[in-house]
């Protein structure tokens, strides 16, 4: 299996060589050059195998360039039981009917970024063995709180490489704060900032591309790479879940085999659900894809119309890991579609950058469309979805999930599309235990500190506190540094001891 870029289609790279570069040199991002295929004999081979092993069977199709003990290592050590508070790893709840929920959230920081982030440093090292001769990886973040936590917690103490964390000093919840500057691990490092998220993803973006530091680095023998979702490191591993629901849907008797399901997912960089395309295009009977988006809507007008455009206001809602206007991984749903037209790609993205919008061709939307349905949401409705569900069900939900249970009820109202359904959850509730608390009290919630917020969540709906966050209250805070966002880069050299 090889990856070549979504902008210049002439490039071949192992897989190996794609996860430890992060991205292409011409600013493209990795995308297999074929899509391996599944029957439904195989797929249903998979229903009686545990999470790993299906993790293999997945994995092992686009790391053709791992050896069978390499990605051994990497699988058991990712999902080695004692990380996550479910044993199926990633279990699918019915709520009714054909409702079900694939609960995503039970790794170390109770988000779903420790389904990838969790894998991402073992096939990083391996990866980095094979093509880049023994440097230390340092891995720059920055963060608007998930994926800072589950990337400290996936990087601790993983031989060499080293991981720096930036936030923005008022930008996190208390929780994901908490999370971060009490992190454990000798390779790690949290700092603050003065300024927003973009200040922090700015700076750290120039400080990857700042050719004296990066042979300040190489002197010493390291490399920057990095672990958001554009690398092709932190999507495959999504891909295991879509065939691990379906599996787990055939053996709950909620499907026959062959049997179509729709697929639901609460979006911000377009990851999670470009994930389930994949899962389809290799034969998981996947019908329609339907992209929910809360206020931040600009994915929902482009599904519908064709035209993407980031010039519109920006909301901060309650769902924040969907608070986001520049989706990195539509490019490579665009390259596929379009028949792998590089240079239509390059050409959208360059409009991007330049005029914050593109449109495409009606055949390039139509042709989209036949997969994708989208629908955004207001915050209204996602307090009162928390606590329908909560009511009726006894079921609760984050608001990320609430965000796409409340977009899958609308689109089964318009469309009359029934047939069984997954919706991907994101996050436990108690790391939202604020909002989730607002939503089930009917906007009641005590003034309380973020501690007694979780306690009191769990007196009013009797959900267990996931073990990682009830343990912060106990834990030493590590990291006090803070830094204006001109000084990031001799914090960089500060942290690394350079
Ligand atoms: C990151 C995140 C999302 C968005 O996922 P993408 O893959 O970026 O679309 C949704 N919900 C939560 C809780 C997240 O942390």
Redesign the pocket.
């Known amino acids: 299996m090889l990856y070549t870029s979504t902008r210049d289609n002439s490039i071949r790279v192992t897989a190996a060589q794609a996860i430890a570069q992060g991205i292409s040199e011409e600013g493209g991002l990795f995308v297999p050059v074929e899509m391996p295929q599944f029957s439904m004999d195989k797929i249903s081979s998979m229903v009686s195998m545990s999470y790993i092993d299906r993790a293999k069977t997945v994995l092992k199709e686009f790391l053709t360039d791992f050896t069978e003990e390499e990605l051994n290592y990497c699988v058991e050590g990712a999902y080695a039981a004692e990380k996550f508070s479910s044993s199926k790893i990633a279990p699918t709840v019915n709520v009714c009917g054909n409702k079900n929920i694939l609960e995503l ?1 039970h790794g170390p920081t109770c ?3 420790d389904m990838a982030l969790q894998l991402l440093p073992y096939l990083m090292t391996v990866s980095a063995k094979k093509t880049a001769d023994g440097k230390t990886i340092v891995i720059l973040v920055a963060t608007s ?3 800072g936590k ?1 990337a400290l917690e996936g990087f601790k103490n993983v031989e060499n490489t080293k991981i720096l964390v930036f936030y923005p000093v008022d930008g996190v919840s208390p929780m994901q704060k908490l999370q971060m500057t009490t992190q454990e691990g000798d390779n790690v490092a949290v700092c603050a900032i003065n300024g927003n998220f973009d200040d922090a993803q700015s700076a750290v973006k120039s400080i990857f591309t700042n050719a004296q530091i990066k042979a300040q680095l190489a002197e010493k023998n390291m490399m920057f790479s990095s672990a958001n ?1 554009i690398n092709w490191g932190r999507l495959v591993p ?1 891909i295991v879940y879509y065939f691990s629901t379906y599996c787990d849907m055939l053996d709950m008797g909620k499907i026959n085999p062959g049997e179509e399901i729709n697929v639901v ?11 389930g395309y994949y899962a389809k295009q290799m034969g998981l009977p996947i019908k329609t894809l339907v992209c929910a988006s809360n206020s931040n809507n600009v994915l929902t007008d482009f599904l519908k119309t064709g035209t993407y455009d980031r010039n519109r206001a920006f909301y901060t809602t309650t ?1 924040p ?2 608070d ?1 206007l520049i ?1 990195s ?1 539509l490019e490579r749903l665009l390259y596929h579609m379009s028949g792998e037209d590089d240079k239509l790609i390059s050409d959208l993205m360059n409009k991007l950058s330049a005029e914050g919008k593109y449109t495409v061709s009606d055949e390039l939307i139509a042709k989209i469309q036949k997969t994708f349905d989208a629908g955004y949401t207001s915050e209204e409705n996602v307090d009162a979805t928390i606590k329908s569900h909560f009511d009726e069900y006894n079921y609760l939900c ?1 608001t ?2 609430a965000v796409a249970v409340k977009v899958y009820d609308e689109y089964v109202k318009s469309t009359g599309d029934d047939i069984p359904a997954v919706i ?1 959850s ?2 436990s509730p108690y ?1 939202f235990s604020a909002s989730v608390l607002d939503a089930v009290t009917g906007g009641n919630k005590p003034e309380l500190d973020e501690f007694e917020m979780v306690d009191e969540l769990n007196r009013v709906t009797g959900a267990d506190v996931p073990k990682p966050l009830a343990s912060l209250k106990d834990k030493e805070v590590r990291f006090t540094d803070v830094c204006d966002k001109e000084d990031m880069s001799q914090m960089v050299f500060k942290l690394l001891n350079l």
Do not use: R, Y
């Not at 979006?267 to 994930?275: E, H, P, R, Y």
């Open positions: 959230w988000a779903f970024k709180g998930d994926t589950a979702s999504q997912v609460p979006t911000g960089n377009f990851g999670n659900i470009l994930a769902s890991s969907m986001i989706s991984n984050d990320h999930t991907d994101t996050a790391k």
